[in-house]
Nanobody, 126 residues
Framework: QLQLRESGGGSVQPGGSLRLSCAASGFPFDEHAVGWFRQAPGKEREGVSCISARGGFTKYVDSVKGRFTISRDNTRNTVTLQMNSLKPEDTAVYYC???????????????????WGQGTQVTVSS
């Protein structure tokens, strides 16, 4: 059964850190790029980051560059999003998603991903 399960969300003060994990099962994990998206209340789902199937390429939305780091461990079928220097505007439900191909595209487009996890809430507030 194909599955993506996010964990690691929570509440943190501005400037704090969180580490999100996405555990995958049911498909050949090392043949798929994986992305992180987020959706704040009343807003469209936004692409945050993507990592290629073997981890050699990563992409970030401008608003998180230098603060967030995506990585993957293909031996454990997990993708991690390390989030540092968090800001209130990072508050959202974070989703991991699978691309049907090895590589990330030039754009973090929701339509390029064909399977999604259920999401984990991240709240940044003082």
């Amino acid at each position: 059964q194909l599955q993506l399960r996010e964990s690691g969300g929570g509440s943190v003060q501005p400037g704090g850190s969180l580490r999100l994990s996405c555990a995958a099962s049911g498909f050949p994990f090392d043949e798929h790029a994986v992305g992180w998206f987020r959706q704040a209340p009343g807003k469209e789902r936004e692409g945050v980051s993507c990592i290629s199937a073997r981890g050699g390429f990563t992409k970030y939305v401008d608003s998180v560059k230098g603060r967030f780091t995506i990585s993957r461990d293909n031996t454990r079928n997990t993708v991690t999003l390390q989030m540092n220097s968090l800001k209130p505007e990072d508050t959202a439900v974070y989703y991991c998603a699978r691309r049907p191909v090895f590589h990330c595209s030039g754009y973090l487009s929701r339509g390029d991903f064909n399977f999604w996890g259920q999401g984990t809430q991240v709240t940044v507030s003082s």
